[in-house]
Every structure is written in structure tokens, then in C-alpha cells.
């Protein structure tokens, strides 16, 4: 019989090209390989184009004079590329976060409008959404745009109400709360609150487990932190003492050498993959001993190995810039918080309101009348934009709000007025947990769209990053850099998104179970 | 399961195509009843219909007091209608426009025909169609800004559409239920209604002819408009009922040729009829044309070679190097070390593609034959292609591209679809991929791009590609757009699919495994078909995100329908600064496109019943 | 081990066949749980052996990876004298020879029932269109379903698509089938007509091995049965001597908790 003398032998390798986790592992090298030689390619052709045609790629224009006046922001005349960048960046956020804030609310709305009991709220709901979500966002501005443009001029008592919302083809004007001199101080005093607070809320949830009475945690804990608040209305001077050691942290991080950082850099990738090889053995290992690993598993972690010294490689050679940018970067921060808590540039103690307010005023400009500094003033680019998608978006979100509560409403709703529950426990504790871990995914989705969709800001004129990164780039010559700059804005939002998103998702889950 | 049975298109000939799987019909309440059960059925219910009905005729009130406005200039784009639609296409081609749209609307016919499109609907709709449709224009001349007389005609059309309604209502009594019509009798009817005004209706003659204002408010629309638009009814009608009859007897042939001719649709539009080629006949005969037969009955013979059955490894070896030479001709074209035609080029990658393919065609004469069969056709098309895309065109006009308006808009967002669709579903299957490599550099490619606005890409590619080209290479304008807008578009539509093929179960891969099928015989024929169906609601959503979004060109510099209602009309002499009635035009003609492909997706997910679980 | 006992238990005339899937000490793990553990088995050319064994006992595990569903990653298994490794031309080779019917059928459900038998034919084994489809009608005929060729999966009863599965492994002209649990999914009244035409097979001298709950099918059709619990082979034997003087104590009470 053959079957013996088979049964013994161990397995045997066929040839390489036919070696199935060979040809796999090949493949995949061979294509990495193209890609990474087409960018390089690309790259390096690039470069001799732009030697060529004399423009450079290097950031320095960050540090020069652009020569450029910005419509808004918190500094018309920035002195630097790079401060005209900053506001750029800063009135884009202002754009998005205030879309967001508001684009959420009137979603909401509409998506509960939509499934209303009454004909007429529905219809309008149905007609609201259709119509705007249909229409491309970029026509909706410039008829936005068109609109407050052919609006009246500024004029001193023609409101509508006058002295605290001017409307006119300048822009909408209203009341404005802002942060003032003391806000970091009394900040301050609020995280203390807030830490204080969540023990107490602790506390109260501990007793009401164990006593079963309700005790009102969460009513609680917002009153340790309101108290805070007050007490710290009025003593927050106090922090003031925070400069110091700011400003130490800031030195010491500042006197850190080049070579030390990019050692710890290093050190980090050498022991995040080490981590990781270390964890895939672990899985791995079996009562047997680690036998089992095949080739497929040797790839991946010489592959992690491979990446890890290419890291080093990267930190210690290839960039070493990085490492005294980071280093230079924490010692800024660290300084900006500590003067945050020193004396204001004037030289005064940081000792007014933490939060202050001011109502629109019309100041004479020359011949014409016009928005003077106190209140909240939108541009007509800014609210051109403002207003169409916020419109925009919200049309979005009511479908979503909309497809989760139905999502979840049915049997739910039976199951939970079986239980008893009454209907506002109903709402609180079966139904809104579980549609808005269904919506919250596609809302996070629709937040990101909403801050990659203020760049169409550049039609009107606002001064967002990317019409301010076009100015600047074409005035300096450096689009390349800018492009950088704008990605990697865009993906430090998109990021920021995705994990506030994803903690909430996560927290989520923990309610569901 | 039960969703791949509705896929079935029932092809019996005289059979009205299923409505939706509607709930039974609910006996209609009373008008009393039905308003206290929706309107008033709560106080609070009854706040909420007061304050919205208010808010709903103060925003009609105000839509329709802007619109009839004396101060409106609706002139404006009445006159600049052409360059809407063309921009600066030649008037006197202007027939190439009218044949491009005649076939765009022979295709639709036969194929609304072929696959006998649409729903059954019922009588009783209809009627209430017309007297919603009939109330809103009461409510329309009761609100607008008009003069006694004009008021007066509106409420008599109104109270005529609202007398059809009653009519069809009550004439029929209980069997308006039963009663169904082709829901593309209907759209016929609309049309038919829309394109009949055109000859009875003084909509008014406006035009620009050679810089001078023609308005004439009084006059019939132009001959040059009626005349075209009742043709292209005409054979839309008559492809349609062509289709009709042919379903049953040659179907799954003339399907497939009028799927073809879908794909094949835009590309001779543009290059080929509105582009006009200006052949040079000498140099066809003694170049393109040997050239095409070189490469076709070459590769044949190749082809046919490689399908040997048994060829085992030194087929994949040959199809290897074939692969390597395509790739060199590009390297080398990029260096300048030796001229080749670029259809050369092309059809040398080509040939390597179809070579990767032979191994799956070998076996008897008739199937390695099929394979030389299609390789000759499709080297008929791309040569065709080839040539006349290369050759120059005979329209004067200056600047970059000859499409502007609304048949940029529709050129942009075609292209890009088509472009980015494969791109997309290769993207997908990486990032799905078991090989590592794949899936990071697909994952990292597909959330770097979904991370940055299309603008930022736009400007990249308008700006910065030119930079990034070995001298000597140009690009044009609208190139760049159409490549930066696929690689953005292929990311999202990546995500789509791979929402579509996360959801094959892991058993049809088992049961492709344990045939014997290769994996690119597994994707192909088991896991995309599936994966596709499954993604056809969020593919049709990104479609239209694509359509919408080709508005951002007008920020870079395309004369697409956005920029031209924006900044070209508003800036001619006679309209300085007139934008509002260009915008709103332009909405409504986004608005319309947007729309019913939203209401398709959405009739598509019903019957997919994606919607439900 | 009983092993060697049961190999002692079949008879001489089924000794004397050629070995048609041999396995040597088939250890397979899932992280820290081996489903195998030293699986070793011989099955014979013509031979029907229905596996038996709990829930959870690696029953299905095995004989995945006897057509390469699944890798092992101790000892070998050499199907037709080919042996299991990463060499793509003998997977190729053993996935043709090795048909498989899931429990859950898996046909593909954007097929037409001719459409899901004729495909491997046509792609894999390159049989011309007209050829692989006379075959499917053939093939159908044989189940009993000849008039359901142009039907959709989805449109077909569960028995009825579990038949169109085994006419889709059949196409493939294979040496071995094999079957994984096949009527498990399936209602009381549509099992047998899924167990008849498995009969049929067996007496048409397919080689098979059948993972099932189905006693009656063993001891009616089975040429040896093999007993597997924790992912081991705990008995081999014929029906007459499992189902009435089992051995080993876990058989027993394996026995006396379902019959």
C-alpha cells in the first residue's frame, strides 16, 4: 500500500513561482514597489520642473510678508504667510463649528417634521428637504450672495431691530458674546469644578445602586460645577500663578536637544513594533508551542520589523527637521498657554470678566455708515455661506434623523409600553439611545462634508483657508506648500471628527449592552 | 433572496410592469374626516397647522412675488438660453447638437422599450395630480403680482386642469381604482403638452444673434427650437414603441448592443459628432487604418495562440512580457527615447490586458475564436476613437474646449462616472483585500482623498499638474479637471461598493473556492455582480452628489452652467449685474436632474427592499 | 487508540481499493482552540464514510480542509495522491477533483439555476457552452428537477436548491464528494428527497464523506462511519458495529443521548 510511506511524510515545499503565500507576498512588493517608484518618479520630475521654472517647495514663506489684506478674521493684515494662513484656518473653523452648531438643530427639526402626525408639517418638511438637497450647495451660495447683496446699505436706524440685528448688503450684524481677559483663569476653575463634579456624580449613582432612592446624580454634579463657576466669576485672578510654571515646561521643552527627540522618536516606532510582534506571537501561541506560524505570518512581521527601522530611518535621517519642529512646537504651546495667564501685552493683570457681551454699533466710515467692532459681524461672504449650508446640510440631517428613528421606533415602542415605561422614559431610555447610535455614524459623516464644504467659500470672497491659501500661494509662488498645508488641515478636521464620533459611538455601545 | 426575483423583468408582451409592491389601498376618508384626522387632531396639532400653513403661503407668497416681479429680468436668460445650454457652440453646426440629443433620445426610447420601463398608475392619482396641480396655480395667480386680466386667464386654466381632475374623478366613479395607465404614457403626455405649447404658447422669441438683442415677448418660440424638440418627441415615441415590439423576440442580443451603446454613447457624441473631425482621408488610408488592421489581426493571432488549451505557465509568461513592453512604451514615452503613436501605445496595453484574459477563453475553436471575435471589435472601436479624437476638429471657436453650459456640466460629470467607476471598484476590492499591502495603500489612498474638499483637489490638478509633467506634455484645462475629479470621485464610490461587498456572505466565497474558480474568476463572475446589486441606491446617491458637484468648476475656470449664469450673463452690456434670474434658472435645471435620479434610487432601494430589514 | 481496531474492522474487498484521501496527524487551531488534534484517516476510493460526532467536535473543520477551506497547520492530507500545500497548481488540481455541498447551499443567487451548474464547467474546465449546458440538463435530470433550469435559487424550495448544489458539485466531474451536513437547514418533509439522491451517488460508487445528523442515512448507506469528538477521532467502524456494540464509552453516551 502507498498509503503509509505518504502518511509519513512531512509537507513539502513546491517550487517559489507556485507557492501560493509567495506569489501573494510578490505581488504585493511588486505593486508597492510601482507605486512608490511612480511617486518618487513624479516627485523628482517634479522638482527639476520647478527648478526650472524657479519656484521652490520649502515653507519659508510662512515667515514672510505676503503682502496681502484679508476680508475678515481676527487679523486683516497678518505680517506673515503663515499668520494669514492661521486665519485662514480660524475662519474656517468659525464657519464650520457655528454650520454645525446650527445645521444640527434644524435638521433635527426637520427630520421630527417629517414625521409629524399633522399633513401640513410633513408636506413642509417633504418640500424643505427635496428642494434644498437637490439644488448644488455652490448655486445656493451665489444665490445667497445675489440676495444680500441687493440688500439696502448700512444705515444707522434702519435695523430691523435696531441695535441688535442690522441686516443690510453688508453683511448681518448682532449682538456679540466673547471671551474676555480672565476666560483662561476661570476656565481653570471650571475643569476643577468639573473633576469635583464627576465624583460627586459618582457618588450619587454609587448610592442610588446600592439604596435604589434617586438621588439625582447628574443634578448634582451640574451644581458642583455651576457653583464653581460662580465662585470663580469672581476669584479667578487667583490663577494667575500659572504663568511660572508654563513658562517653565515651555523652557524646559525648548532646551531639549535635536538628537534626543529623534532618539525618542525612534524609540517609539522600535517599541510600538515590538509591541505589536510581541502581541502577534501571544495570539499565536498555542499549548503546541508557536509551530503554527506559516509564511504569511513571517511577512507580516518582518514587514512590521521593515517598517520600523524605516521609521527610525525616517526620524534619524531622511527628515530630522521633524524632531526640532516638534520640539519647537511644544515649547510654543506651552508658551502660549503661559501667556495666556500672564500680563496682557499692554501690561495689565489679567483681572476683567471672564466672558463679556456688546451690542451692535454703527460707526461713520468716511462718507458711508458702517459695522463698527462690537457686535458679531457676519460678512455677506460669511453669511452667504453661512446660511446656505447650514440650509444645505440640514436637509441631510433631517434624512438622517428621520431614517433612524424610524429605524428603531416599531417594535421598540411596543416592546417598551409592554414593559410599562411610561412615554417620556420611553423616549429617554429605549428609543433616542438607540436611534442616535444608528445616526450618529452618517451625522459625523455629514459634519465632516459640512467643514470640507465651507472651502466653496471662495466663490463669495470669504476668507476661509483655501481662498486665503490660493491668494498666498499664487502671490508667494509656492502652491505646492500650500496644497500641503491645506490636506493637512482638512485631515486633522477630518480626524478630530472621526474620533469624537467614534468615542461616542463607543460609549454608545456600553449603553446598548 | 426575495430581492433577486424582482429582478426578473417580465418581458410578455401587452403586460403592464408591476406597480411597486404597494400595502392594500386604505378606503379614502371623507375630506372632513381626513382633515380632523390630519390636520386637527390635537390642539397642539391644530397650532402646528396654523403656524406652518402661514409659513407655507408667506414662502409662496414671497416665491411668487420675486418671480412675477416687474423687476425681474427674466430676459436675461431667456436670451442667453444657447449659452446655457452650448456656450459658444457654432450656430450654423448647430444641427450636430440636435443630432447628438436625437440620439441620446433614440437610445432612451428603445430602451425604456426594451426593458419596458415604469409603473402602472392608477386612474384616481392622475385625477388628484390634476386638481393638486390645478389648486396650486389658483393659489400661484391669487398670490402673484398680477394685473386683473392676467389673473383672470391663470384662474381659468386653473379651474380647467382642476375641471380634468373632477372629471376623470367622478366620469369614472369606482373604477378610477382599477383603471392603471403606463406611468410612461404619462411622461409622454407631459412632454407631448410642454412640446405642443411650443406652437401655441408666445413664450417670445429672444436670441443674441451676432452681438444684437432679439425680444420679441409676443412672438411663437423660434422655428429652430419648435421644430427640433417635436421631432425628437416624435422619435422617442416611435424608438419607444420599436423597443416595445422587438422585447420579446431578439431581447437579450439588443440589450446587449444598446448597453453598448449607453457606453459608447458619449464618446461619439463628443468627439465624433459635436467635435466634427476633419478627416484626412490620405492619411487614414496609409496610416490609421493598416495600423488598425495590424493590430487587430495580430493580436488575433496572438490571442488565438495563447488560448491553447494545456498552454499552461507559457501563456501567463508571454502575457507577462506583453504587460512588461505596453509599460516600457509609456516609460519610455515619457523620457522622449523613441516616437510611437500614442494608439500604438494604447493598443499595446491592450493587448496585454486581453492576453491576461486568454487563459480563461481556452478550450475548442468556437471559444478562442469568441475571444479573437471581440478583440477585433473592440480594436474597430478604439482605432475609430482614436482617430477621430486625434484629428483636429473643424470648429472654430476659441478657447480651451468646445462644450460650455449645461453640456460641459453633463460632459464633466458623464465622464467622470464612467472614468472612476472601474477605478472605484478596484479601490473597493483593495481595501477589502485578505493581502495587507493592498488594503493600506487603498485605505490610506481612499481617506487621504475623502478627507480634502474637491476644491483643494481641483486647484491641485488645474494648477499643479502642469508642474508634475515632463516637458513637453501638455494637458488641457478641462483634462485636468475631468482626472482631478475621478481619482476624488473614486474614493467615495469605493466606499460604496465596498458597503456592497461586505455584504455577500462569506459562503458564496466557499462555494466559488470549492469549484475550482481563480480568484479573478471569483470576483468576477460571483462576488462584484452581487456586491454591485447590493450598491446600486448608495452608487445612484454618489451619482448625483457627482452631477451637483461639477458646479465647482466654475471656481477653476470651466465655463460649466454655474460659472456662465454667474459671471457671463451678468456681464454683458445688456444685462450688467443680472444674476438672480440666471441662478434661479440654472437650480431649477440641477434641481430637475438631481431629483428624479433621487427618485429612482429611492424606488430602486424599495425594490431592493434595502430600506427594511 | 481504537484506530488501529477499526481499520481491522473493514472488510478485506474495501482494504484492497486505492487510498483516496489520506490523513496524517491534521491538527488545525483557531488562536488558542485546536479544532484538530492529530486527525489521521484513511478514506478509499468508492468508499461512503459518514462522519458523526456533537456539535462543535470539527466534523465540518475537517473535511474543509480537505479541499484547502481551510489551511491546516500540522501533518499532511494527500488527496489522489496529491498532497495539500501552498503549491497553487495542487489546489487547483485538488478543488476540481473535490466536490463540496454546503449546508447552507450557497448557489450564487444572481444565476439562473443552469447558469450556477454550467459556470465551473465552462471557466474551469473549459467545456464549450453547449456541452457544459447538455450536461447541467443531464445533471438536473438526475436530481429530479429537469423542469427548474431557468428558475432563479431564490425562486426554488430549500430541498430544491440543496439538489441543484449537488448537480453543481457533480458537473465538475469530481472524484470525492463531500458534504457538509446537507439537511441541516432544511425542513422535515424536503430531507429525504436531498438524502435520495445522495443514495443514488453512493450507489453509483462516488467517493464520499458526509458530515450529518442523519442516523438512519448512516447505517443504511455508510460504508464505515467515524466517530469525532473535541477534534478527535475517538472510533471507526462499520454501521452494524457502531450502532450496535460501539467500543468506547464516548460513543456510547453519544449514541444514547440521540437515538
Known sequence: MAAPSLSTTQ???????????????????????????????????AGDNLKAKGISTSFDFLSIDPGISLSEGIDTEPDTGGRALWVGMVNTLRLAIAGIFTATILGVAIGLARLSDNWIVRKFGNVYVETLRNIPLLVQILIWAALLGGLGRVALDNGPINGWLHISNKGVSIPRVFIADGFYQWAVVLLIGAVVGRWVFKQRTLKKDQTGEDTFPLGYAAAVVLVFGIIGWFIHPVFGFLNAPLQAISDAFGAIPEIAMQLALSAVAILFSARWIRNFFAERRTPAGTARLDDDDWFRVIFAAVGAAFACFFFLALWPGLSSWLINSFSDLFQVLADKFGDTPEGNARNGWPVDAKRPDIVQAGNFPNYGPAGLNMTLGFAAVFFSIVLYTGSFIAEIVRGGILAVAKGQTEAAQALGLRRSQMLRKVILPQAFRIVLPPLGNQYLNLTKNTSLAIAVGFSDLVQVGQTVGNQTGKPLSVFAIWMAFYLACSLTISVVVNFFNVRLKIVER | MAAVENFVVNTDEGLLPQADALPPELPSLPPGEWMKKNLFSSPFSTILTFVFGAMALAAINVLVDFIFSDERNWTAPATNLRLLMTQAYPADQYIRVWVSVGLVAVLTGLSTGLWNAGDALSMKRISMWFMTGGSFVALVALLAPFDSGRRTTWLILAAVVVGIGLAIWFGLGERRRSIFVRSIYVVFGVLGAIIGSLWVVKYGNYALADGELVADPDA??????????????????????????????????????????????????????????????????????????????????????????????????????????????????????????????????FLAIFALAAANFAGDRRTRLQLVWGWLGFMAVVHYMATMANTASTLEIQGDFFLGGLSLTLFIAVLTLMLSFPLGVLLALGRTSRMPIFRVLSTVYIETIRGVPLITILFFFSVIIPIFLPSGMGLSETAAIVIGYTLFSAAYLAENVRGGLQAVRRGQFEAADALGLTGSQRTGFIVLPQALRVSIPPLVGQAIATYKETSLVSIVGGFDLTRIADKVISAQ????????????????????????????????????????? | MSISDATTAVSDELAARDDMIVCTGVDKWYGDFQALKGVTATIKEQEVVVVLGPSGSGKSTWIRCVNRLEQHQGGTIVVDGVELTNDVRNIEKIRSEVGMVFQQFNLFPHLTVLDNITLAPKWVKKQPKDVAEENARKLLDRVGIPEQADKYPGQLSGGQQQRVAIARSLAMEPRVMLFDEP?????????????????????????MVVVTHEMGFAREVADRIIFMEAGEIVEVGTPEHFFTNPTEDRTKLFLSQIL
Open chain 1, 11 to 45: 509537507q513539502q515545499r513546491p517550487p517559489l513561482y507556485r507557492d501560493a503565500v509567495v506569489v501573494k507576498w510578490a505581488l504585493q512588493l511588486f505593486i508597492l514597489f510601482l507605486v512608490l517608484f511612480a511617486m518618487w518618479f513624479l516627485s523628482k520630475e
Open chain 2, 573 to 613: 452690456t445688456d444685462f450688467l449685474g443680472v444674476k438672480m434670474e440666471n441662478l434661479l434658472i440654472i437650480s431649477f435645471i440641477y434641481w430637475v436632474g438631481a431629483f428624479s435620479m433621487s427618485k429612482y434610487s429611492q424606488k430602486l432601494e424599495r425594490r431592493l427592499g434595502v430600506g427594511e430589514r
Open chain 3, 183 to 207: 439537511t441541516s437547514a432544511l425542513d422535515p418533509e424536503m430531507i429525504k428527497e436531498v438524502l435520495d439522491v445522495m443514495k443514488e451517488l453512493a450507489q453509483q460508487g462516488m467517493t
Open chain 2, 220 to 349: 411663437l418660440v423660434a422655428p429652430t427650437t419648435r421644430i427640433p424638440w417635436t421631432i425628437l418627441l416624435a422619435i422617442l415615441v416611435g424608438t419607444y414603441f420599436i423597443g416595445r415590439g422587438l422585447a420579446g423576440k431578439v431581447a437579450a442580443l439588443l440589450k446587449a448592443i444598446v448597453m453598448g451603446a449607453w457606453l459608447l454613447a458619449p464618446f461619439i457624441i463628443v468627439w465624433v459628432i459635436l467635435r466634427d473631425p476633419d478627416l484626412d482621408w490620405d492619411h487614414v488610408i496609409s496610416t490609421d487604418i493598416p495600423m488598425a488592421l495590424a493590430f487587430g489581426f495580430g493580436g488575433g493571432l496572438i490571442l488565438y495562440a495563447l488560448t491553447k488549451p494545456g498552454l499552461g505557465e507559457i501563456g501567463k509568461i508571454v502575457a507577462g512580457v506583453l504587460l512588461a513592453v505596453a509599460a516600457f512604451n509609456w516609460v519610455a514615452a515619457f523620457f522622449g527615447w523613441y516616437p510611437m503613436l500614442q494608439k500604438a501605445r494604447l493598443s499595446f496595453l
